[in-house]
């Protein structure tokens, strides 16, 4: 190797060198950045994690996590020994299935009708009104849906109106399911909405054109052009519903049930809360927990290889 070779790997390894440097200090500033939410993350989400013991444990709380008594498995085999729980399991899943299917459908319907409404200010006003009570708490809109459907209510007035009876919506194991899932649809469709609307802009307006001048009408240019360019969304937003399909929502039922509706209303997050806070039964509510939070991540790893598989898009 001459002089100038030699020269010139040199002055390469510098510029590599310094390129090096100057990208680690580029980065410095973003990782600053970070620090506080990883910080968050680290303090309110990981540390707890140590009192998943809890859950194999007769924990006891004047000895704390480290004096309390190792059982092994026995919460486990007491949780599945209990019939309550296979009951709320059950009703777990109906509540959030019924939810997830509802509130997908609607938001898929409002997306498309949305998109068809040319004046501006108009699509505008819907669109906030629409959105508005997503961001809204449940024990706000609790409030307005326990006067919207009691006894003497606006829903029920109407009823007897018609001629038929009052119906106690949320004290009757018949209709507090239905309640539930519907007035969850009510506040979150509009918002859902909105990643199916940015699949709609998505998709060439060239071929709604062609179509029509082909003599295609509205509902066949939405059933062959606007659903079939909104599939991929469509199956990656149902893939990842499925990690919370274990989740009927604790505050919304927590904000709506009563003791009368438990047969139907009793939810996984309601019967830890009721067992582990009131019931004061700490290692049994952590099984409870902690079996749903070991589902909860293999339907969330289902749902990756899913959307990975129909879609060719991963969630993480």
């Known amino acids: 190797m001459n002089a100038e070779s030699t020269l010139t790997l040199k002055r390469e390894r510098r510029l590599a060198e310094k390129t090096g440097a100057g990208k680690i200090s580029s980065q410095t500033m973003y990782h600053v950045m970070m620090a506080p939410g990883m910080i968050f993350v680290l303090i309110f989400c990981f540390v707890p994690m140590f009192g998943i013991l809890m859950a194999f444990q007769d924990y006891v709380p004047a000895k704390g996590i480290l004096g309390s008594e190792f059982v092994g498995l026995k919460n486990f085999e007491y949780m599945f020994s209990v019939p309550d729980v296979g009951r709320i399991f059950m009703n777990t899943l109906i509540i959030a299935v019924g939810k997830i299917l509802l509130g997908t459908l609607m938001a898929i319907v409002f997306a498309v009708l949305l998109n068809e409404i040319r004046v501006k200010f ?96 509205w509902w066949k240019r939405v059933w062959n052009i606007t659903l079939p360019g909104m599939l991929p969304i469509i199956l990656l937003m149902a893939a990842m519903s499925l990690t919370s399909i274990l989740s009927a929502g604790f505050d919304q039922i927590y904000n709506l049930y009563s003791p009368m509706v438990y047969q139907t209303g009793d939810v996984l997050d309601t019967y830890v809360y009721r067992m582990g806070l009131i019931g004061r039964q700490y290692s049994f509510s952590t099984a409870v927990g902690l079996l749903r939070s070991v589902v909860g991540m293999i339907l969330m790893l289902t749902a990756n290889g899913l959307a990975k598989r129909f879609t060719d898009r991963k969630i993480f």
Request: net charge negative; charged share 10%.
């Open 122 to 217: 108009l699509k505008k006003t819907v669109q906030t009104v629409v959105y508005l009570p997503h961001f809204l708490s449940w024990v706000v809109l609790a409030a307005v849906v326990v006067n919207m459907v009691n006894l003497d209510g606006p829903l029920n007035q109407f009823l007897a109106v018609l001629g038929m009876e009052k119906i106690n919506f949320l004290g009757s194991n018949t209709w507090f399911r239905p309640m539930i899932i519907m007035t969850d649809v009510w506040k979150e469709f509009g918002y859902n909405s909105i990643v199916y609307l940015a699949a709609i802009t998505a998709i060439d307006p060239g071929l709604h054109e062609a179509a029509a001048m082909d003599g295609a009408g």
